[in-house]
């Protein structure tokens, strides 16, 4: 890619504080999301993979500035070309910020105002950003409606009365009202059925290709996620664990949770099932709350040796990805098998 | 014909010593104010005895409304409003519907116990698990407490719950989900039922921890030889453990057949419709994808003829959405297969 970054992410941190009940004095730190560093480039798609509780979430909510990052900076290409960083900035100063780089949610059903309707809902951020006269939204706000694929008509009416697709598909229309150059979305197809979530994929593939907006995908579903992103990044414990193209991340793993993630997903395909077998994960998910000394990995790995329990792998470049593994040259990961290869051996 | 059918489909009158639990033609409606919601409508099935069947399909196709139709835990105002649900116990068979409180009660936990996605929901917040599984047990066989407490352990510890004699007396809240979905099949396997029914047991996890829950299901299946109906929206989940399969859609079975055999050569256009329309690891990246079109009607709104006519690229004008497909009998290479599509009624 020609292009500069359009977000440039670099130790971002957010820890959220623990405190005790009665006197309310901090007694540690969730490390919620941990000096993360990611690139993420104009009009394509970076993926975000990790259990649950991995961070995720937090790091999306940091990167919209719905929470204020503890550390790092977060350096963002202007449509002038300037680069500012929006880690730290006023909420004055984060008028044009906001406007360029919103949010879809996870459930559809409780991010939209049930007293409102798809009209007032869909052209708030308009109102908000001061896009135009009554009128104008108005027009833009059917527009945006047939875009995502519902009726012009259904402006007057209330988000009670549609499906979790269609009600996904206006949260869809809603961030995108003010034509934003990235849009993170969390689990944005996660409660959605089947069938319907390929027409979301879709739409949001389609809408990416018109207009170049870049997004970030965060799913815990690994399919997904191969699915739309140009680039994925794994993350463990509020930290990226590894960070490649889609493809090789994918067929050739070079962290061992990446490879442990890849191996738990169920594969439909009967062929698969014979052909593939789940690298054990040792234990239960582990706790941000509560982050293992040395290799944060160390006590889930099947590779981890002497050295993993006492210190920490760094994030460094390996043959063009980034990877926080002591032994990551020397490990013979798995991946998952091309399914024509696989065929050809079935 | 319909007599043919019938026999080749296993019903009622096949000696088929294998089957465990036989659901014929049964019908769950839920009547309410503004119409009646027809969520499980004409469906026959069939679990043979030590085998996993999965029942797969969207939400609201009525997975869960048939499952607890099983054990009569359907909510008011839902309502068996016909059909048959036999199981055969050692002692005879046993017909559900219409079955009193009393057998009813027996039944479950003895000989069918049920786990649920959201463990949360089906635990007792304020006792412990060890007394929750104490409880169950001793409310079915006759063994002293002592006796009931080292069977919580011993099932803890099987089901991969660490340190099994301090967690015993540990409150759900205290443990994680992947532990407390544990806990739940412990509990649901104390009294060595001879159907285990999962509705989505791992929808609400990890992948990672959802592989473990599955390959526990599958070891526990070989040590104690339960049948499972394992109930997911997830035809990867279906693939990793099933043995026969049934997709479900509007409140009826569309397919049903050996699992891998649906999964490599799907038949009725639903189920290829579901295949082609999901994201499979090591698929080309940024590929459309085959999507359904429109959604599931909303349930008052059941279509005429085939409910999946308004959905369906094979659609039939002037057939399909006037005329209810039967279930037809394919003749497969391997094991049996049914399909409810009008394309299959010349063949049979
Ligand atoms: N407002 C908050 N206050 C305290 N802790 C928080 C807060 N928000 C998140 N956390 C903690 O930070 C960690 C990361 O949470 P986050 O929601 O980012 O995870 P995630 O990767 O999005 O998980 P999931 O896949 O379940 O959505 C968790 O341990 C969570 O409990
Ligand atoms: N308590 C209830 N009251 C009214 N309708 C219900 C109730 N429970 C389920 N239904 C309806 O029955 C149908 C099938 O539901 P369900 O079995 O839960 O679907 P699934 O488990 O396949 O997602 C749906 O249309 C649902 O709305
Ligand atoms: S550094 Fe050690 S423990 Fe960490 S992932 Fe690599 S091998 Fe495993
Ligand atoms: S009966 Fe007709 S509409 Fe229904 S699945 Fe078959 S071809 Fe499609
Ligand atoms: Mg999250
Ligand atoms: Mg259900």
């Known amino acids: 890619m020609s292009t500069e970054p359009l977000l440039s992410i670099e130790g971002l941190t957010k820890h959220f504080p623990i405190r005790t009940g009665l006197l309310g004095r901090q007694v540690g730190a969730v490390k919620a999301v941990d000096e993360v560093d990611l690139v993420i480039e104009p009009g394509s798609t970076l993926g975000l993979v990790g259990e649950s509780g991995c961070g995720k979430t937090t790091l999306g909510r940091c990167i919209v500035r719905a929470h204020d990052p503890t550390g790092g900076r977060m350096l963002y290409r202007q449509q002038d070309g300037a680069v500012i960083d929006v880690a730290g900035l006023k909420e004055k100063d984060l008028k044009t910020y906001r406007s360029e780089v919103r949010m879809i949610f996870q459930d559809p059903h409780s991010s939209l105002n049930p007293r409102k309707t798809l009209r007032e809902i869909i052209g708030e951020p308009m109102r908000v950003h001061g896009y135009g006269t009554k009128e104008e939204i108005e027009a833009r706000v059917g527009e945006l409606l047939e875009r995502v694929g519902l009726r012009p008509e259904y402006a007057n009416r209330y988000p009670h009365a549609f499906s979790g697709g269609q009600r996904q598909r206006v949260g869809i229309a809603r961030a995108l009202a003010l034509s934003p150059r990235l849009v993170v979305a969390d689990e944005a197809v996660s409660a959605l059925d089947v069938s319907v979530r390929a027409q979301i994929l879709n739409l949001l593939m389609d809408l990416q290709e018109e207009s170049g907006l870049a997004y970030l995908f965060v799913s815990h579903d690994l399919g997904i996620v191969e699915h739309v992103s140009d680039v994925v990044a794994v993350m463990y414990l509020g930290k990226v664990v590894e960070q490649g193209p889609t493809e090789d991340l994918y067929t050739k793993p070079l962290h061992p949770y990446t490879e442990a993630l890849l191996s738990a997903v169920p594969d439909p395909d009967p062929a698969a099932k014979r052909h593939r077998e789940r690298i054990k994960l040792l234990g239960d998910i582990a706790d941000p709350a509560h982050v293992p000394p040395g290799c944060p990995f160390h006590p889930r790995c099947v590779y981890a040796k002497e050295t993993c329990r006492t210190d920490a792998p760094p994030l460094r470049e390996v043959g063009g990805r980034r990877v926080a593994c002591h032994f990551a040259e020397e490990l013979e990961l798995r991946g998952v098998p091309d399914p024509d290869v696989r065929e050809v051996s079935a | ?348």
């Open chain 2, 1 to 348: 014909m319909s007599a043919t059918i019938d026999t080749a489909i296993g019903g009622s009158g096949v000696a088929a010593d294998d089957v465990l639990l036989e659901i014929e033609d049964l019908r769950t409606h839920f009547l309410l104010d503004d119409g009646v919601v027809c969520a499980v409508d004409g469906v026959d099935l069939r679990v043979r005895k030590g085998e996993t069947l999965a029942i797969v399909g969207e939400s609201g196709c009525g997975k869960s409304v048939m499952a607890r139709s099983i054990l009569r835990l359907v909510d008011p105002p839902g309502q068996i409003e016909g059909g048959k649900i036999t199981l055969h116990r050692e002692s005879g068979p046993v017909e559900l519907v219409g079955a009193d409180r009393k057998l009813l009660r027996q039944i479950r936990w003895n000989d069918i116990a049920m786990v649920f996605q959201e463990p949360m929901a089906s635990l007792s917040l304020v006792h412990t698990i060890g007394s929750q599984i104490v409880e169950a047990v001793r409310l079915h066989e006759n063994v002293g407490k002592a006796a009931a407490r080292n069977r919580a352990i011993e099932m803890l510890d099987r089901v991969g719950i660490p340190m099994p004699q301090r967690r015993v007396d540990a409150y759900p809240f205290e443990l994680s989900g992947g532990m407390r979905q544990r806990a739940m099949i412990a509990m649901a396997l104390a009294c060595r039922p001879s159907l285990l029914i999962a509705d989505e047991p791992t929808t609400a996890l990890d992948v990672t921890t959802q592989a473990q829950i599955l390959e526990l299901l599958r070891d526990l299946q070989d040590e104690f030889g339960m049948a499972i109906m394992l109930i997911t929206h997830d035809l990867g989940v279906a693939a990793q453990v099933a043995d026969s399969m049934a997709v479900m859609y509007l409140g009826r079975v569309v397919e049903y057949g050996g699992a891998e055999q649906v999964l490599a050569e799907p038949r009725h256009p639903y189920t290829k419709a579901l295949l082609r329309s999901m994201p499979r690891l090591g698929r080309a990246a940024r590929t459309r994808l085959t999507a359904i079109k429109g959604m599931v009607p909303p349930p008052y709104a059941r279509p005429e003829g085939c409910a999946f006519h308004p959905r369906c690229d094979a659609v039939m004008a002037g057939r399909c959405d006037t005329v209810l497909p039967r279930r037809v009998p394919l003749r497969e290479p391997v094991g049996d297969r049914e399909v409810t599509c009008l394309l299959y009624e010349e063949e049979s």
